[in-house]
């Protein structure tokens, strides 16, 4: 079975910290994205990658950035985290068809 | 970009059939419909997809409109488990696909169903 795996379920940071989210998949997807989920929204669009090195932004890009080093990884970037940025935070990959969601994680910015 | 409208919710007895609709007006011609629920505190699972021909698994069939405009997701036996946020998804990974290597979510329709 495909696996996204998230590093962490919960995570609580604080305003100005510098944030990490990881994103590891297991089946040499060339696409991968971040997704943030908000009552009310639904999920949108951070950023997306369909290469190593290849990033595009999303639909809300501002206070994100991403790196993608390696196929299987893909890590989100909060520079100077806030706390609008308080969220559900959903990794994805897919192949041509199909797309694996991992499990999310839910951040707070306190 | 080709997006998707779905209804907010919609109820259902348990049992019953359930016929979630999505439509989008705008899909290009290799656009792939996707289907996907959303179970509290997970993350989005695969539920079907299609291109042009309806199509069927053991979790739910999908009944695709003859321009495409518009599909239908039929789950034929609702159960309290199937109570989700269900997602229609137009994703296009081809060649001249203007949505290729991007997802497009609709707001998704959350199913309650009633014992």
């Known amino acids: 079975d495909v696996k996204v795996t998230q590093s962490s379920r919960y995570l609580v940071k604080r305003t100005g910290e510098k944030v990490f989210l990881e994103c590891v998949q297991d089946?040499?997807?060339?696409?991968m994205f971040w997704y943030r989920q908000d009552p009310g929204l639904g999920l949108r669009l951070i950023y997306f990658s369909y290469d190593v090195k290849m990033k595009e932004k999303g639909d809300i890009p501002e206070g994100y950035s991403v790196s993608r080093e390696k196929k299987e990884r893909f890590s989100l970037i909060l520079e100077s985290a806030s706390t609008n940025q308080t969220s559900m935070y959903l990794c994805?990959?897919?192949?041509?068809?199909?797309?694996?969601f991992g499990d999310g994680t839910r951040l707070s910015i306190l | 970009d080709a997006k998707t409208t779905q209804p907010n919710s919609m109820e259902s007895n348990e049992e019953e059939p359930v016929h979630l609709p999505c439509n989008h007006s705008t899909i290009s011609g290799t656009d792939y419909i996707h289907w996907y629920r959303q179970l509290p505190s997970q993350g989005p699972e695969y539920v079907i997809h299609?291109?042009?021909s309806n199509v069927n698994n053991r979790m739910a069939s999908l009944a695709i409109a003859e321009d495409r405009k518009s599909s239908t997701l039929i789950l034929h036996r609702a159960t309290l488990r199937d109570a989700a946020v269900y997602y229609c998804?137009?994703?296009?990974?081809?060649?001249?696909?203007?949505?290729?290597?991007?997802?497009?979510f609709g707001q998704g329709t959350t199913l309650q169903v009633k014992p």
């Open positions: 998804i137009l994703s296009g990974f081809l060649v001249g696909s203007s949505n290729t290597g991007k997802l497009i």
């Open positions: 089946m040499d997807h060339e696409n």
């Open positions: 994805a990959s897919s192949s041509r068809l199909l797309v694996h």
């Open positions: 299609g291109l042009t």
